[in-house]
């Protein structure tokens, strides 16, 4: 797959398994110390597993580095306005196609 794709097939296919291996992962050692996983906080849940590493290199992997807070309004802004685009277009489509 990465000699013959291009370099973002095989980047989204290994974040995607990535990601699979850390939730499994973060249930497992929940499970062992009798807790509850929430997916929605996954790095939270990696972070009190008792594995300071782990959670640093899953931070890593997803690119979720601390940024300041004006790059990280920057991002939340951008995030709703294609959003936004993107609920748009879809409003558009259904009227041109199914109505």
Same mark, same amino acid.
């Given at each position: 797959l990465i000699a013959e794709a291009p370099? %973002?097939?095989p980047a989204h296919y290994m974040q995607n398994t990535l990601i699979t291996i850390m939730e499994n992962y %973060?249930? #497992?050692k929940t499970e062992t110390q009798n807790t509850k996983l929430d997916l929605t906080t996954l790095i939270r849940a990696l972070k009190t597993t008792q594995q300071p590493k782990t959670h640093q290199e899953t /931070?890593? /992997?997803l690119n979720l580095q601390e940024e300041? %807070?004006?790059e #990280?309004? +920057?991002n939340i802004? +951008? #995030?709703k306005q294609i959003i936004k +685009?993107?609920?748009t277009e879809r409003k558009q489509m259904i009227k041109r196609h199914v109505g």
């Open positions: 370099p %973002a097939e %973060a249930w #497992t /931070i890593q /992997i300041d %807070a004006e #990280t309004r +920057k802004e +951008k #995030t +685009k993107l609920r």
